[in-house]
């Protein structure tokens, strides 16, 4: 037997649509038809593609089904608030970096990470600040090799020393620009 909507797959999803005769469905379709219906209360809520009957209760569903709703929402989750910045822009840098100020301060360090631009504009705001701190002497730059785990298994290429660290708050084992983040994180 052959799911009656892609006629390739075996119908292993029985619909509850309260119908005398088993209406199935192959897995696949069933996720396809099951993300187009609206949720509700009692969960997405299938339409019999027979009958036209919309379930009273989900079937027994797989565990694909759950994986691909999961993902699905997990997806559609809202973001952390970013902002929004200019290609190409020179000139619109500083706009940005009064926006990136206004944000909490492991963003801000995140957004001057992936934006090297925008660390000039932080170093005068800091030298100007208010509650501005005596200046801390720098501590000297200390390089080493790559300890993101990929030279190992011989993924990374890297084959210098570094003087980066974790883009992990808080970690300091050194990482390679192409690794970005420690095995650990």
């Known amino acids: 037997m052959e799911c009656p909507i892609c006629y390739t797959n075996a119908p292993t999803y029985v619909i509850n649509c309260g119908s005398t005769v088993v209406h199935k469905v192959c897995d696949t379709c069933e996720v396809t038809m099951r993300m187009k219906e609206p949720a509700t209360n009692k969960g997405r809520l299938l339409k019999c593609p027979m009958c036209r009957v919309t379930e009273k209760e989900p079937g027994e569903r797989s565990t694909f089904s759950y994986k691909y709703e999961l993902d699905h929402l ?26 990136v100020r206004q944000l909490p301060t492991n963003m801000q360090h995140r957004h001057i990470w992936i934006y090297p631009q925008l660390a000039p504009y932080f170093e005068n705001y800091i030298q100007v600040a208010p509650q501005n701190r005596a200046m801390r002497p720098e501590p000297p730059q200390i390089q080493a090799f790559c300890q993101g785990g990929r030279r190992e298994t011989g993924e990374c290429q890297t084959r210098s020393k570094t003087k980066r660290k974790c883009t992990f708050i808080g970690c300091d084992k050194f990482v ?4 970005r983040q420690c095995l650990t994180h």
């Not at 000139?91 to 926006?99: C, G, I, L, N």
């Not at 390679?176 to 690794?179: A, E, K, V």
């Open 176 to 179: 390679c620009r192409s690794c």
């Open 74 to 99: 997990y997806r559609a989750a809202p973001r952390p608030r970013s902002v929004a910045v200019p290609r190409g822009h020179t000139q619109d840098w500083a706009v940005v970096a009064e926006r």
